[in-house]
């Protein structure tokens, strides 16, 4: 599953996805917990067995095949169902336990008698149910009609309504399973490790489309209704689930042996262009690195619109938003990129996920992680111009700043109960902490002989379960590592290393260094060792090769003292690294040379240290000014962001103006190479640049950039070709920034007259980023107005967003007045978002006990572990105000 915009599809998105513009995610200052290393490690999990793995339904009777027969009732909001299972009795058993919820069985039958009682309890989601008389072991057959609900939230069967620009209306059914509320459409053994075959039957509207995880094998009509019948799925978990039905259209492409449909709202269809021919791509590609051809007749990628954020990898049937798959005319680059790495993050599940799953919720990262990891491989390979890997680098950083806490979780979570499954989606550990332990360690071992772990796993597990042991039991096979030993801490242990550098040089000016570890904390870090096996990427100089090593206690020999060096190069390590002052000098002094991987950890690690309090802030200025006019997106992305916070946090002190000044000089360079428009040789990533560039120095008062971009929008309003897709956030957002009622009311003209979701969420989220209180006052009227369509609900959220990061106080009102509303495509995910997301979005909006009031009055008791990490970062980020208000200060006296 992907969730987007809580955060888990991008980058820096635990925090950006309300927060566009600068204010990285933010970590602990309270250290309530003891650090992780002094902890003994938890002990490896063993390899999977069906037996032995958690979960709260006894093992005794196992599902093999439903035959599940649901009657949705739209206008009742009501679902009638009848259902057969075919059970195997493995030991002498009088009652059967499994998952409902809002349900009502009746008739139920056992072998076709009577059964003694039957018994549902919503509050812990079971169903009971007595025998006449103890059943033997072997094959039994459970028969019951029940009635349940369709909910109006992504959480099973749901209901989702829609209204397009140009008058197409209606409303069309999906699911939403994952984690655990398949029993909320069917009662069922709803945990992962009980994998059984679905046959599903469900009676629409004549004239639907139908759509499950297998093509139809029947329709039968009658009257107004029809009845679609699906052909049997393979052994599979009740999570991976699918159906959607409603007035759909579609493209199809084949793959192989395997058909693929793009599927949307019926007129909306021709928008999955793009998407089909991505899916072809993929597809074709990973039958090839998993080895193992895809195995199910069809896979379909429908398009929900609005009813929920992200996108679902229902094994032959994935869901998405309808903003990660549809990209209709005068989309953006950016688009295009989310709907690729999304594709390729839910078809990686087609295989680990859906053929191969995880035995219990504490092991998702087996399907998250790695999806994760595998869609970025996929999407910079097939892409080379998005130089994709450096952009997944802001994903890594938010996972590292939200592992620096002290109290952040491990990969690794034991899981005992519905809330916790959904709350194990953590975008920053679970997604984004584990695809860079996985990309670490694939390029420790090789991509290659990684791979051939990776098929070993997949041939081993497939159509069952597994845990962490299998894969690592797998990868030390196809490598000859011990890969537990290696990688075990990684999942099991919170945190991450800081790698103390120390060199001494010898009187023929040869280098020798010795490195020590500790965890690195938010806080600044502690004192105690720690013992992370840390597969280390060295380079000496600003070329060649970068040698692998393993962390030793051991003096590394590493060239001559007048050499940069990189312990982390290419970027590509989960772990910081502080040079001691003579190194990072010549770092200093050569850092417009090194390769651009370097650069990005050195800015990165630098960065961390200043806001940790381990380094002064000049020591990465001068890294950020010695960029000149190089182009390279990533590094000036992260520069520009480390400024923009700086930026902001300094609003309101006396050396606001003076830093920005600074601020403007230190992009003003790579400004000037890139120039307004897109030039030939440019590639799409230097173009994301310049739009960065622009939106920044924009952002912080160029008076010629305002001039530029009020020019370009003026030409716009004129003739919208004049104006590329991909250029309009940043000039709408400048001429925002700076607006006056005047040019508030054409930007509104220009939100009115949208033409699809894309434009729809363009140019009402310009609105939002007007600097004029009352303009701002309007925008969120507007946000809140029948102008939106019901499917935009995105839009409004990002609003909300903006409006926050400029006008905090009304930003807070709003979203705390209407955050039920705007969370609600979230699902069971919203009270995680609430819980530790919220405080470090709101941190400067309201004094902080009333924000943690607030969330506690929405969030179970029982996530107080997310709220105290939620409000940790929240005083983290105000502590890292007044440091940075304090440093920046300080340099401008200096300066002046
Ligand atoms: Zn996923």
């Given at each position: 599953m992907v969730r987007y915009g809580a955060g888990a599809l991008v980058t820096a998105a635990a925090i950006a996805w309300m927060y566009p513009l600068s204010a990285p995610a933010a970590a602990?200052?309270?250290?309530?917990?003891?650090?992780?290393?002094?902890?003994?490690?938890?002990?490896?999990?063993?390899?999977?067995?069906?037996?032995?793995?958690?979960?709260?339904?006894?093992?005794?009777?196992?599902?093999?095949?439903?035959?599940?027969?649901?009657?949705?009732?739209?206008?009742?909001?009501?679902?009638?169902?009848?259902?057969?299972?075919?059970?195997?009795?493995?030991?002498?058993?009088?009652?059967?336990?499994?998952?409902?919820?809002?349900?009502?069985?009746?008739?139920?039958?056992?072998?076709?008698?009577?059964?003694?009682?039957v018994a549902s309890d919503d509050e812990h989601q079971l169903t009971t149910v007595r025998l006449a008389r103890p059943a033997s072991v072997g094959s039994h057959r459970l028969t019951f009609d029940y009635s349940g609900k369709i909910e109006t939230r992504p959480q099973g069967l749901f209901l989702q309504p829609y209204a397009y620009p140009g008058g197409t209306s209606g409303q069309m059914l999906a699911t939403q399973m994952e984690s655990t509320d398949a029993r909320r459409m069917f009662p069922c053994w709803d945990e992962p490790a009980f994998r059984a075959v679905?046959?599903?039957?469900?009676?629409?509207?004549?004239?639907?489309?139908?759509?499950?995880?297998?093509?139809?094998?029947?329709?039968?009509?009658?009257?107004?209704?029809?009845?679609?019948?699906?052909?049997?799925?393979?052994?599979m978990p009740s999570y991976l689930v699918a159906f959607v039905g409603g007035d759909l259209g579609h493209l199809d492409a084949e793959s192989g042996a395997t058909k693929?449909?793009?599927?949307?709202?019926?007129?909306?269809?021709e928008n999955g262009r793009y998407a089909l021919a991505n899916a072809a791509q993929i597809l074709a590609d990973y039958n090839d690195y998993f080895g193992y051809i895809f195995p199910l007749p069809k896979l379909d990628s429908i398009s929900i619109p609005g009813g929920f954020s992200g996108a679902m990898e229902n094994w032959g049937a994935i869901t998405y938003m309808e903003e990660l798959l549809m990209l209709p005319p005068s989309s953006t680059l950016s688009q295009e990129q989310q709907i690729y790495s999304t594709q390729a993050h839910e078809m990686a599940h087609q295989w680990n996920g859906d053929l191969v799953t995880?035995?219990?919720?504490?092991?998702?990262?087996?399907?998250?992680?790695?999806?994760?990891?595998?869609?970025?491989?996929?999407?910079?390979?097939?892409?080379?111009?998005?130089?994709?890997?450096?952009?997944?680098?802001?994903?890594?950083?938010?996972?590292?700043?939200?592992?620096a806490q002290p109290n952040s979780p491990p990969i690794q979570q034991h899981v005992t109960d519905e809330l916790q499954a959904s709350n194990a989606f953590d975008p920053s550990i679970t997604y984004n902490k584990g695809q860079s332990i996985l990309r670490m360690l694939e390029a420790y071992l090789g991509p290659d002989p990684f791979r051939d772990g990776i098929r070993r796993y997949m041939k081993a597990h497939a159509f069952s379960n597994a845990t962490t042991t299998d894969?690592?039991?797998?990868?030390?096979?196809?490598?000859?590592?011990?890969?537990?030993?290696?990688?075990?801490?990684?999942?099991?242990?919170?945190?991450?290393?800081?790698?103390?550098?120390?060199?001494?040089?010898?009187?023929?000016g040869a280098r020798t260094v010795h490195l020590t570890q500790t965890r690195f904390l938010s806080t600044g870090g502690t004192a105690e060792a720690s013992h992370w096996s840390i597969p280390l990427l060295l380079r000496i100089g600003s070329h060649g090769q970068p040698q692998a090593q393993l962390s030793s206690g051991a003096a590394?020999?590493?060239?001559?003292?007048?050499?940069?060096?990189?312990?982390?190069?290419?970027?590509?390590?989960?772990?910081?690294?502080?040079?001691?002052?003579?190194?990072?000098?010549?770092?200093?002094?050569?850092?417009?040379?090194?390769?651009?991987?370097?650069?990005?950890?050195?800015?990165?690690?630098?960065?961390?240290?200043?806001?940790?309090?381990?380094?002064?802030?000049?020591?990465?200025?001068a890294l950020a000014s010695r960029m000149g006019g190089d182009l390279d997106t990533r590094a000036w992305q992260q520069i520009s962001a480390a400024l923009g916070t700086i930026e902001y946090d300094e609003r309101g002190s006396a050396g606001h103006d003076g830093f920005t000044a600074y601020a403007r000089s230190v992009l003003a360079p790579a400004f000037a190479a890139l120039g307004w428009d897109a030039k030939p040789g440019q590639t799409p990533d230097q173009e994301e640049l310049r739009r960065t560039l622009i939106s920044e120095l924009g952002s912080w008062g160029d008076e010629e950039v305002i001039r530029g971009a009020r020019q370009r929008f003026e030409a716009f309003l004129k003739d919208p070709a004049s104006l590329p897709a991909s250029d309009q956030p940043a000039i709408l957002a400048v001429v925002a920034y700076h607006a006056d009622a005047n040019t508030?009311?054409?930007?509104?003209?220009?939100?009115?007259?949208?033409?699809?979701?894309?434009?729809?969420?363009?140019?009402?989220?310009a609105l939002a980023q007007v600097r004029d209180p009352q303009l701002a006052e309007k925008a969120g009227e507007i946000a809140f107005s029948s102008e939106f369509p019901p499917q935009a609900v995105q839009a409004r959220l990002q609003m909300v967003g903006a409006l926050a990061h400029e006008h905090p106080a009304l930003g807070w009102r709003l979203f705390s007045a209407h955050a039920h509303e705007l969370l609600k495509s979230q699902?069971?995910?919203?009270?995680?978002?609430?819980?530790?997301?919220?405080?470090?979005?709101?941190?400067?909006?309201?004094?902080?006990?009333?924000?943690?009031?607030?969330?506690?009055?929405?969030?179970?008791?029982?996530?107080?572990?997310?709220?105290?990490?939620?409000?940790?970062?929240?005083?983290?980020?105000?502590?890292?105000?007044?440091?940075l208000v304090r440093e920046a200060d300080k340099l401008a006296r200096s300066k002046s």
């Open positions: 602990a200052s309270v250290d309530t917990t003891t650090p992780a290393m002094a902890m003994a490690p938890p002990a490896p999990e063993p390899a999977f067995s069906f037996d032995s793995m958690p979960g709260r339904l006894p093992k005794d009777v196992v599902p093999e095949r439903y035959e599940i027969a649901v009657t949705p009732q739209i206008k009742t909001m009501s679902l009638a169902g009848h259902e057969s299972v075919t059970l195997k009795v493995r030991s002498t058993t009088d009652r059967l336990v499994f998952n409902s919820l809002n349900e009502t069985l009746s008739r139920v039958r056992f072998d076709g008698q009577p059964v003694k009682s679905f046959e599903l039957t469900v009676t629409l509207p004549s004239g639907w489309a139908a759509l499950s995880n297998m093509p139809v094998s029947k329709r039968t009509g009658h009257g107004s209704l029809e009845t679609v019948r699906f052909e049997p799925t393979p052994k693929l449909g793009v599927w949307a709202v019926r007129g909306q269809e995880m035995g219990w919720w504490d092991d998702l990262w087996l399907n998250e992680s790695f999806a994760s990891w595998m869609a970025a491989k996929e999407t910079a390979l097939r892409n080379p111009s998005w130089q994709w890997w450096e952009q997944e680098d802001s994903s890594k950083e938010s996972a590292m700043r939200a592992d894969l690592w039991t797998a990868l030390s096979a196809a490598t000859g590592n011990d890969v537990e030993r290696i990688a075990g801490d990684w999942t099991r242990l919170p945190g991450f290393p800081l790698v103390h550098v120390d060199s001494t040089c010898a009187a023929d590394i020999a590493s060239g001559g003292c007048s050499e940069p060096l990189s312990l982390n190069a290419d970027a590509i390590g989960y772990y910081r690294v502080q040079y001691d002052a003579a190194t990072l000098k010549t770092n200093t002094a050569h850092f417009g040379e090194l390769p651009n991987g370097d650069r990005i950890a050195l800015l990165d690690d630098q960065w961390a240290l200043v806001l940790a309090q381990a380094q002064p802030l000049d020591s990465y200025l508030f009311e054409q930007l509104h003209k220009l939100a009115r007259g949208a033409k699809n979701l894309s434009e729809i969420e363009r140019f009402y989220v699902g069971t995910f919203e009270v995680f978002v609430e819980a530790q997301v919220v405080p470090q979005i709101f941190w400067n909006s309201a004094p902080l006990s009333e924000i943690e009031a607030w969330v506690h009055g929405k969030v179970p008791a029982e996530m107080a572990p997310e709220v105290e990490r939620g409000m940790a970062g929240a005083r983290l980020r105000v502590s890292q105000k007044e440091l």
